[in-house]
């Protein structure tokens, strides 16, 4: 079905999202599982999700706070940490819950303390994912406190990735929450086994967005909103081009309202609560709703060899308005977008 106000696709899946745990979790899962049908768990909890046993127990956790009439899969991430080993990779893997491997660069962002201080130390569990198939998932920016802010991620692509890659040629690679045309040409120009994930805020938004006119802290994220041109403009060709090395991933990261409003603001955008829409209005300004259902619910799902969802959502076209905030655990949220009119709406 599609008329130019309404459109029938596959159920997509969120290839990139954080959902808390406790009361945060219970706050913002119902979101997801509305319109996903999958969705890969980021393991950034402290302390982070870095065995089998633990993501087994957060599994459980997270299918305990879904709402009650869905039926939403939460796909299990390892979080590697400099003494991650090859064994606990098949461990986890053998399981069956977790299907990739998270490298956070330490400190690079919420919750990665515990993360990898040099890659090298985890090229023993990188050579076993190589070997099981398993896909690495890379929060891609080096954390090195001389390299500017806008920088990070450009930085990473040369002192890393291109590295990871060339030692490990066969490994897969989901480039995560990508934000510049550096790395959009850098996945364009690498094979078939490098794919990468757009959030929805980086598509519609820019550092304008952020800085111009008052600083606005629930505009700030990790990696940072880039410049338009060419930056932003490159995410969105990606994304529309039908290019299945583009697809679905929110990075939706909930913070209650006063972390967010402090004078050392957490980065992290909820999108949860209208996700689809949100890609729905950037295809439709970009006139390529005829390439959504790729990015949003195929792509990703074949680049992890796991079968597509076959139920279906549909979006209309009509106006309206988001709310300006949602209830989180004992506080508040205010969600991306909030307040404005959207003009998409899952049905
Ligand atoms: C994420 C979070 O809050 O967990 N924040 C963000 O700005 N994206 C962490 C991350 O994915 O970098
Ligand atoms: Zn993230």
Redesign the pocket.
Known sequence: MQHNDALQIIRPDDW?L?VRSGEMLKSVIGMTAAQMGRAII?P?LSPPVSNAAQAKQYHQEIMNALPADTRFTPLMVLYLTDNTTPKQIQTAFDGGLVVAAKL?PAG?????DSGVTDINNIYPSLEKMQQLGVPLLV?GEVTDAKVDIFDREAVFIEQILSKVIEDLPDLKIVF??ITTKAAVDFVLSSGNNIAATITPHHLLANRNDMLVGGIKPHY????ILKRRDPHQLALLKAATSGNAKFFLGT?S???AKEHKESDCG????LNAHCAIELYATVFDSQNAMDKLEGFASFFGADFYNLPRNTDTIVLKKQDWVVPSSYAFADSTIVPFMAGKILNWKMA
């Not at 700030?220 to 990696?223: I, M, N, V």
């Open positions: 990139h954080h980021m950034n956070y690079a962002t919420t919750n990665s929060h995560e929450h700030f994220c990790l990696p990075d990261a909930p913070h957490c980065a992290g955008i």
